[in-house]
């Protein structure tokens, strides 16, 4: 039997349930919580945008602080994308629950770009309203002090998923360490910081030096934050996904596939093929006989049937779902003429892979 797609274990080691386990929400049992987290006077949890366990193991020579921290692999959820996994993170549900189901998601016939909350390049925040697309509280409905980019203080997805904290901006990793330490000093129980530099130097310049490079970088930060964070604290980290170097390893999605498709959401190592009325069985056979030498091709009832984004999905999110996933099993992109950035991305990620599924939970306990 060739490789198959690593779904991730929503009933237990998995960043869905780690704000509930931490915040002692979590009615289901969490012995793969580290014991160093027991106890803690306070817990700051950091994101890591980027880091797949595979790629630390990989690296353990330039990130000897977080290698040495005790913990192990978790999951992420599906598709291993920020925008879904983030919202998984703060709001304790399964991507088929909070609906915030990729990246580039279907509402109503159109395709939102979540992380910009645009559609094609227009702001619709007024339009469709984030709080209204992804309305469960954050945190338990706790209000924690959060520290992220200070650009991402108004933004749609900041709104989405971080809605009613108390956002506390930085704009360098010095000022990411020096705010976190500040409200830890101020006796705050629960702390959930962000960084995404990893994530951002995996997109433009793949897994090779610079990457490495980033890390170290972030080693040295983690062993700075541990010295000044109070005694009794548990500095927890984690990632939303891993990392695949595609390089220029892209495939156009071929005239035979895009005839059978209305719309395209999700992202090069996740798309959504939307079948036009009346053709989905042929948008599947003509995916599966062009794309499955190199990806998994299933249908939305299989996708439902094994649980890809939880053990259940609200209609809305159904209904975001395309006829058709294509899932790459290979090292490559599927490409999608509407799906452009800045710059070629070279590290990707949303797919199924081990590499991309699995992440760090590690803990420092001061």
């Known amino acids: ?64 602080t977080l290698v040495g921290l005790a913990g192990g692999p978790i999951d992420t959820v599906c598709p291993t994308t920020t925008s879904t996994a983030l919202t998984s993170i703060t709001t304790g549900l399964p991507p088929g629950q909070h609906g915030i189901i990729g990246y580039r998601m279907a509402v109503e016939g159109e395709v939102l770009n979540v992380l910009r909350w645009t559609v094609d390049g227009r702001d619709v925040r007024e339009r469709i309203t984030p709080e209204k697309l992804q309305h469960h509280e954050p945190f338990c409905s706790e209000r924690p002090p959060v520290v992220t980019r200070t650009e991402f203080r108004d933004s749609g997805f900041t709104r989405a998923h971080l809605d009613g904290v ?48 980033e890390l170290r970088s972030i080693d040295d930060f983690v062993a700075g934050l541990i010295e000044e964070l109070p005694s009794e604290t548990a500095l927890v980290l984690t ?75 609200t209609s809305s999110s159904v209904a975001r779902m395309g006829s058709v996933a294509l899932v790459a099993r290979d090292d490559v992109a599927y490409l999608d003429p509407a799906d452009t950035g800045p710059y070629v991305l070279l590290g990707r990620h949303g797919g199924l892979t081990a590499a991309e599924v699995r992440v760090p939970l590690l803990v420092a306990r001061t």
């Open 1 to 64: 039997m060739g490789q198959q797609p690593v779904i991730p274990r929503y009933g237990g080691p998995c960043v869905a349930n780690l704000v509930p386990a931490l915040l002692g929400q979590h009615e289901a049992p969490h012995d793969w919580l580290p014991a160093e987290v027991d106890g803690a006077a306070q817990i700051v949890l950091l994101v890591l945008d980027g880091l797949g366990w595979e790629q630390l193991c990989l690296r353990s020579d330039v990130a000897p």
């Open 239 to 313: 990632a939303d996904h891993g990392h695949v170097d595609v390089g220029e390893n892209t495939v156009p999605l071929g005239p035979e596939l895009q005839s059978h498709v209305e719309l395209l959401s999700g992202e090069g190592r996740f798309r959504w093929l939307h079948a036009a009325a009346g053709h989905e069985r042929e948008l599947f056979e003509a995916a599966t006989a062009l794309h499955s030498d190199t990806g998994w091709v299933a249908s939305r009832e299989q996708v439902l049937d094994e649980e890809w984004f939880g053990p259940t999905s």
């Open 166 to 213: 108390r956002f506390n901006g930085y704009r360098m990793l010095s000022t990411l360490s020096a705010e976190t330490a500040r409200l830890a000093a101020g006796n705050e129980p629960f702390i959930y910081a962000y960084y995404d530099g990893l994530d951002k130097v995996a997109h433009e310049y793949g897994l090779g030096a610079h990457y490495t490079a």
